[in-house]
C-alpha cells in the first residue's frame, strides 16, 4: 500500500511544504510530544530530512522543542495562525450556535465543515446533543470531499456531471458502499428533497446528513452535517432533521452574505 505521505510529496510541486504539514497534522493529533525518530517513522521520513523540516519549524515558532526531552509539539505560532483564520473567516463563529441548538433539540451529533472542491472536507465546528450517539470528530478533522452525505450534497448542488466522477468514487471508503448507479440516484433525491442522506453506508448502523451552506452564488462553500443512530430515526424523524439542516444552512448563508 503506498505510503498518503509519499504519495502527497511525489504529487505535490513543494515536497518540504507538504512535508511540514503532515508533521504540523502529526503533532496536532498527537496527546504528548513526539521524538524525532517517531515522528520520521510514522510519516516514512528519512530522519535527517524530517530533522531539518522541524528545524524550521521550530524557527517559526509553529512547532516547539523541549531541550530535556528532545520532543516536539505544536507551537504557540499555530494559535496565531488561527487567529488570523477565525479573524478573516466568520463561518466558525456564525455557525457554531446553530448546530448547537440542533444537535440540542435533535439529540445529534453536529458537524459544520469547509468544503475544498472534490479533494476535502475540513470540520470547523462541533456540537453534541443529548442522544447516545457520540462521533469522536474533532475541529481540523478533514474527510474525502465525496464521503457519505456531504458527498452527495457537494454533487448535487455543485453542477458536477456524475459520470465523471466515477474514478474518485471507486476509491472512496465505506463501511457498505453503495453502488455507483445506487449513489447517482441518490444524488438526484439530494437535489429534489434539499438535503442528502447517507443510511448506513459510510458508517453501519449510522444516518448521516447534509444540508448546503453557500457564501456566494454556484457551488456550496460550506455543509451542515449531523449523525444520528439509524434505529432512532424513522421517516417523519429524518425529515425534521432534515429541515431543520436546510434552515440553520439558510440561515447561516444569509449571515455570510450579510458580513
Request: aromatic letters at 4%; hydrophobic letters at 45%.
Given at each position: 500500500?503506498?505510503?498518503p505521505?509519499?504519495?502527497?510529496?511525489k504529487?505535490?510541486?513543494?515536497?518540504?511544504?507538504?512535508?511540514?504539514a503532515?508533521i504540523?497534522?502529526l503533532l496536532?493529533?498527537s496527546e504528548?510530544p513526539?521524538?524525532?525518530?517517531?515522528i520520521?517513522?510514522?510519516?516514512?521520513?528519512?530522519?535527517?530530512?524530517?530533522?531539518y523540516?522541524?528545524?524550521?519549524?521550530v524557527?517559526?515558532?509553529?512547532?516547539?522543542?523541549?531541550?530535556?526531552?528532545?520532543?516536539?509539539?505544536?507551537?504557540?505560532?499555530?494559535?496565531?495562525?488561527?487567529?488570523?483564520w477565525?479573524?478573516?473567516?466568520?463561518?466558525?463563529s456564525?455557525?457554531q450556535?446553530?448546530?448547537?441548538?440542533?444537535?440540542?433539540?435533535?439529540?445529534?451529533?453536529?458537524?459544520?465543515?469547509?468544503?475544498?472542491?472534490?479533494?476535502?472536507?475540513?470540520?470547523?465546528?462541533v456540537a453534541?446533543?443529548?442522544?447516545?450517539?457520540?462521533?469522536?470528530?474533532?475541529?481540523?478533522?478533514?474527510?474525502p470531499?465525496l464521503?457519505?452525505a456531504t458527498?452527495?450534497?457537494?454533487?448535487?448542488?455543485?453542477?458536477?456531471?456524475?459520470?465523471?466522477?466515477?474514478?474518485?468514487?471507486?476509491k472512496l471508503?465505506?463501511?457498505?458502499?453503495?453502488?455507483f448507479e445506487?449513489?447517482s440516484?441518490?444524488?438526484?433525491?439530494?437535489?429534489?428533497?434539499?438535503?442528502?442522506?447517507?443510511e448506513?453506508?459510510?458508517?453501519?448502523?449510522?444516518?448521516?446528513?447534509a444540508?448546503?451552506?453557500y457564501?456566494?452564488?454556484?457551488?456550496?462553500?460550506?455543509?451542515?452535517?449531523?449523525?444520528?443512530?439509524?434505529?432512532?430515526?424513522d421517516?417523519?424523524a429524518?425529515d425534521?432533521?432534515?429541515?431543520?439542516?436546510?434552515?440553520g444552512?439558510?440561515?447561516?448563508?444569509?449571515?455570510?452574505?450579510?458580513?
Open positions: 500500500m503506498t505510503d505521505l509519499e504519495t502527497a510529496v504529487a505535490s510541486k513543494a515536497p518540504a511544504i507538504a512535508r511540514a503532515a504540523l497534522r496536532g493529533r504528548t513526539l521524538g524525532l525518530q517517531p520520521a517513522r510514522e510519516l516514512g521520513l528519512v530522519p535527517s530530512t524530517c530533522l523540516v522541524l528545524r524550521a519549524l524557527e517559526e515558532e509553529l512547532v516547539s522543542l523541549d531541550p530535556a526531552t528532545k520532543r516536539y509539539a505544536l507551537g504557540a505560532g499555530v494559535l496565531t495562525l488561527a487567529r488570523h477565525l479573524q478573516r473567516d466568520p463561518f466558525a456564525l455557525v450556535p446553530v448546530i448547537e441548538e440542533i444537535a440540542l433539540h435533535q439529540s445529534v451529533t453536529c458537524v459544520a465543515v469547509e468544503i475544498s472542491g472534490l479533494e476535502r472536507i475540513t470540520a470547523v465546528a453534541e446533543g443529548a442522544g447516545n450517539f457520540r462521533l469522536s470528530t474533532e475541529v481540523g478533522s478533514r474527510f470531499a464521503i457519505s458527498g452527495r450534497c457537494i454533487v448535487a448542488f455543485g453542477g458536477h456531471e456524475i459520470e465523471r466522477l466515477r474514478a474518485r468514487f471507486e471508503r465505506w463501511d457498505n458502499p453503495p453502488g445506487q449513489w440516484e441518490q444524488v438526484a433525491e439530494t437535489r429534489r428533497r434539499g438535503y442528502a442522506v447517507d448506513g453506508h459510510y458508517i453501519a448502523g449510522v444516518t448521516v446528513l444540508a448546503p451552506v457564501r456566494a452564488s454556484g457551488a456550496p462553500s460550506h455543509a451542515l452535517i449531523a449523525l444520528a443512530l439509524s434505529r432512532a430515526l421517516g417523519k429524518m425534521g432533521l432534515g429541515n431543520a439542516l436546510v434552515a444552512a439558510q440561515t447561516v448563508t444569509r449571515q455570510l452574505g450579510e458580513g
